[in-house]
Each structure stands twice: as structure tokens, then as C-alpha cells.
């Protein structure tokens, strides 16, 4: 079912303004420190904000609901992991991040063990994020789909080339700044679907209670100590303690939010503060998925779901009054942009300051930041090429995209952490332990049924303990 005029009018107005809002910032840009990093004059809370919108994907808005609706609360205990993480980047990897003028997360490695090294932990890096970004590309094509009735193709264009716009023409500045409106308002937009539902369901508050009571819904706490379960207590604090140290203390996409603070204090101040807000948009998405639980347990639909990840997108399309739908579709997209519009650039980051710039030395600014924007239109056609093969595997795209990262993340963790913890290891010890770890968790993504909550982890361990070893017999 497509929207109204009315509605789609305003998606087409809103999209249109944070377009051209984000690609203003363009005389700003004068240097790779401009483009990449914000000329490091952004406030902490403007970075915070835009490390929660990193998080809080298109993949959490359709994804986190559809969690709940199949299950309960339990991913909440994964939250409870990524407070732990914070205090491990911020006392273990920030201080390293802030001594000397750094740009990417990857050339840490390159000052601490070396090139090679460097250019293999990038190289994971690209890989990890345009993999689990084309994943996120096809969730939004989900979304469109649904309100536009547009092809996969059709939805996955149009997103992309509005993101690209702003991105090439603003850069990080760009990225940031969007980010802080486009929060606001999805969180606006999620706050509406909360309590529109409460007066959707039968019985209201009282009823959604009722039915969660029943069917265990509410439940948060699993201390079974499982491995092939997903969300339990143990996985929660431990691997999504290690899932976030990886993903915001040695992803790009995260440590360029980081390294655009003023200073390692306003650093540390937008990763604190950040955890607050992720908490609590978390638990709001996780009881709007069993709020429609409840509405649809009353009202079912005339046709079962293609999955679990449309039933927010059909609620807000087929339930919602003209113009709050229009604009809630359009936070929602708006959302999506941001984080595809980050990931662009932490991409284009990597691969000019990390590569091209090593290979092509002597040039000026200008020549390195026009190579900047023509490097974002690339990435952009890859994620667009990912999103299309993402459409064939038939899982839920929020923890598809989890999985992907955390089967690599687990790697670069353990690299990172034999930089800054050790000073025995070596560059040749990290690269053996790099290629076991990513072998290994291969192999147990592929041939075992332990969750993915605890890929990061067991990767971290098997990278660090084998990259030890291997530096004692290289020593």
C-alpha cells in the first residue's frame, strides 16, 4: 500500500531541505582536515548525537522492533555491554587516538607497527563497512519499496544519489550537522508511532501488558550461559562489550566522529553521553515492537508478512493519520541518509589518507580533496552493487549487518589492542594473528550455530593470543 499525495509530498519536501542543508557546508571544506574531520571546531554533544544516529541505523528502526515483536526485551543486555566499551576507548584507545594529528583509526597502526600492517587492517576495514553499509543500503530499499512501491533498484538509487549529493559537496561538517536535526526528528517520529499505538491497541497500556505478560515479552534477563543463543546476559555484557569496543574504537566510521572533538575531554564527553541517548532509544524501539505485537495480535494482517523487518514500515503506511506518516517515513529516511552519508565518507577517508595519499605523494590539499569527493562517488556505486546481492540472503537485516561486522571486527580488535597494551608484538606476530583470527571466524560463522554476539570476542582472543606467539617467534 503507497502513501497518500499529501504524505509523500512531504517526504519529497523533507528530503529536498536536509539535502540542501547538509551540501551548504561545502565552502567550509579547504583541506582533508575539513573534509574528513570537521576542521576539528564541532562540540562534543553535536558528536555525540551523531554517534547515537550512527547507531541507531535504518537497521534499528525496522530491526529493533521486529526483535521484539518475535521475542522481548533481551537485546537490551547487549546495550548493557556497549556502557563497558566506552570506558575500555576511552581509557585504552582514545589517548593513543589524540597524540599527534591523526585522521583515520588505521594509521594508530602504521606509527605503532608499521605499513603493511596499516594498509591490511584498512583493508579489512573497507571491506567490514562496505559490506555491512550495502546491507544497510538494502534496508532502506525495504522502506521505500513499501511507501513508494518502487522497484529495488528504483528505491536503492534514490537514496543514494540524495546522500551522495550532500556528502560530496559537505563532507563531515555535512555528515555531523545532519545527523543532529535528522535525530531529533526520528526520535519524534518513533515517540508519535509509540503513542498512536497506545490508543490503536484495545485496551490501550493496559492490554499491551496484559498480552506481553503472557508471552513473556517484557523479559530482559537470560543468565543461561548459551553460546548459540543471541541474547543473553553473559553475551550482552561481554560480547557486546567487545562488539562495541571494536565497532566505535577501531571502525572508521566511528573514530572520525571521535576524532573531530576539539580535544581527547570533548571526545570522551560525546562517547559518555551518547550511551545515555542509545539507552534509552533502544528500549523505546524494543517496546514499540511489542506494542504492535499486541495491535496485531487484535488485528491481524489479511496477508502474512514478507518478514518481520516490514511490520513497522506497514504500520506507519496503512495506520497513520496524513502528514504524521509523511513525516515519520521521512525521519526514517532521513535517518537512513545520515548514516549511509557517514559511512561514505569514512570510506572516502580511508582510502585516500590510508592509500592513495602513500601512493601519491607531493600533491597539494586541493588535488587530495578533489580525489576525496570522486573517491565518495565510488564507494557510493559499491554500496549500491552490495544492497543488490544483500536482497538474495533471507535474514533479518539488523542482525545481518551486525553479523558481518563481527565477523572481522574481532581481528582488528585484537590488532589494536596488542598496539597499545603490549610492546613485544610485532608487525609480522599482528599480521599472523590478523589472518588466523579472520580464518577462524570464518569458519565458525560458517560451521557452527554460536551466536554472533560472541563473534567479536572470540575473534579478539584467538587475533591477540596467536599474534603474541607469533611475535615471540619473530622476535
Do not use: C
Amino acid at each position: 500500500m503507497k502513501l497518500g499525495w499529501i504524505d509523500l509530498s512531504v517526504i519529497a519536501v523533507y528530503l529536498a531541505g536536509i539535502t540542501a542543508f547538509g551540501a551548504r557546508f561545502r565552502g567550509r571544506q579547504h583541506s582533508l582536515k575539513d573534509y574528513f574531520l570537521g576542521g576539528r571546531t564541532i562540540p562534543w554533544w553535536a558528536i555525540a548525537l551523531s554517534i547515537v544516529s550512527a547507531e541507531t541505523s535504518i537497521l534499528t528502526i525496522i530491526g529493533t522492533p521486529a526483535i521484539a515483536y518475535a521475542g522481548n526485551l533481551g537485546f537490551l543486555q547487549v546495550v548493557f555491554g556497549y556502557l563497558l566499551a566506552r570506558v575500555v576507548i576511552s581509557t585504552v584507545l582514545l589517548p593513543h587516538y589524540f597524540h599527534g594529528e591523526l585522521y583515520t583509526a588505521y594509521q594508530l597502526i602504521d606509527r605503532r607497527f608499521g605499513a603493511r600492517l596499516k594498509r591490511l587492517t584498512a583493508a579489512a576495514f573497507l571491506v567490514i563497512r562496505g559490506l555491512a553499509e550495502g546491507v544497510r543500503v538494502f534496508a532502506i530499499s525495504i522502506l521505500v519499496g513499501i511507501v513508494l512501491g518502487t522497484g529495488q533498484l528504483t528505491s536503492v538509487v534514490i537514496i543514494t544519489i540524495l546522500t551522495l549529493f550532500y556528502t560530496f559537496e559537505g563532507g563531515m561538517t555535512a555528515v555531523i550537522w545532519t545527523d543532529v536535526i535528522q535525530m531529533f526528528i526520528y526520535v519524534a517520529g518513533a515517540a508519535l508511532s509509540f503513542f498512536l499505538l497506545l490508543h490503536r491497541v484495545p485496551g490501550g497500556w493496559h492490554e499491551t501488558v496484559a498480552l506481553a505478560a503472557a508471552t513473556s515479552k517484557f523479559s530482559i534477563f537470560d543468565f543461561s550461559f548459551d553460546l548459540t543463543k543471541a541474547y543473553t546476559f553473559w553475551a550482552g555484557l561481554l560480547g557486546g562489550m567487545f562488539l562495541t569496543t571494536a565497532s566505535h574504537g577501531t571502525d572508521q566510521l566511528m573514530v572520525q566522529r571521535l576524532l573531530s572533538a576539539r580535544d581527547e575531554r570533548d571526545s570522551r564527553k560525546a562517547l559518555y553521553g551518547s550511551w545515555i541517548v542509545i539507552l534509552v532509544q533502544f528500549t523505546l524501539f524494543l517496546v514499540i515492537g511489542v506494542m504492535l505485537f499486541a495491535y496485531y495480535r487484535h488485528f491481524p494482517p489479511a496477508t502474512p508478512f514478507a518478514s518481520n523487518d516490514a511490520i513497522f514500515p506497514t504500520f506507519i503506511v496503512t495506520q497513520f493519520p496524513p502528514v504524521a506518516a509523511g513525516l515519520v517515513i521521512a525521519a526514517i529516511l532521513a535517518a537512513a541518509m545520515s548514516n549511509l552519508s557517514a559511512a561514505l565518507n569514512s570510506l572516502a577517508s580511508t582510502s585516500v589518507v590510508d592509500f592513495y595519499r602513500s601512493w601519491a605523494a607531493g600533491h597539494d590539499e586541493s588535488h587530495y580533496l578533489r580525489v576525496s569527493r570522486f573517491a565518495t562517488l565510488g564507494w557510493g556505486v559499491v554500496l549500491v552493487g552490495v544492497a543488490l546481492a544483500a536482497s538474495r540472503f533471507h535474514r533479518s537485516v539488523f542482525e545481518m549487518g551486525l553479523s558481518i561486522a563481527s565477523v572481522a571486527y574481532g581481528a582488528l580488535l585484537g590488532v589494536f589492542l596488542m598496539g597499545v597494551l603490549t610492546k613485544r608484538a610485532t608487525q609480522n606476530g599482528a599480521i599472523v594473528g590478523m589472518v588466523v583470527g579472520l580464518i577462524t571466524m570464518v569458519g565458525v560463522s560458517t560451521y557452527t550455530h554460536v551466536a554472533f554476539t560472541w563473534y567479536v570476542l572470540i575473534g579478539t582472543a584467538v587475533t591477540f593470543s596467536v599474534g603474541m606467539l607469533a611475535s615471540e617467534r619473530t622476535s
